[in-house]
């Protein structure tokens, strides 16, 4: 089993910056893809970042040049720096992994959520 807790979220103001963290562990062999979902209320959950084992980045349009998404392979852990905050990024953010466990198989694994709230 691959467990993930995320941390990071709160109340910011229009125009702010967060810092998500999304930390694997368990019997993990190796970590291919990490990546960032959010949902906003009343809305379908939406990709917002993936980096891949080499470090390639991808980023949904409404994001970028203010989002920076990285990991820390020695850690297992994927973060989600957020600048420039705006209330539309208002959303639970979820972070999901996938790699293969020491067992060979492959597992997929999704953080519980952490709610992002950007007003003033």
């Known amino acids: 089993q691959v467990q993930l807790v995320e941390s990071g979220g709160g109340l910011v103001q229009p125009g702010g910056s967060l810092r998500l963290s999304c930390a694997a562990s368990?019997?993990?062999?190796?970590?291919?893809?990490m990546a960032w979902y959010r949902q906003a209320p009343g809305k379908q959950r939406e990709l917002v970042a993936t980096?891949?084992?080499?470090?390639?980045?991808n980023y949904v349009d409404s994001v970028k040049g203010r989002f920076t998404i990285s990991r820390d392979n020695a850690k297992n852990t994927v973060y989600l720096q957020m600048n420039s905050l705006k209330p539309e990024d208002t959303a639970v953010y979820y972070c999901?992994?996938?790699?293969?466990?020491?067992?060979?198989?492959?597992?997929?694994?999704w953080g519980q959520g952490t709610q992002v709230t950007v007003s003033s």
């Open positions: 999901n992994v996938f790699g293969v466990q020491w067992t060979g198989g492959p597992f997929d694994s």
């Open positions: 368990g019997s993990i062999l190796g970590i291919n893809r």
């Open positions: 980096i891949t084992s080499g470090g390639n980045t």
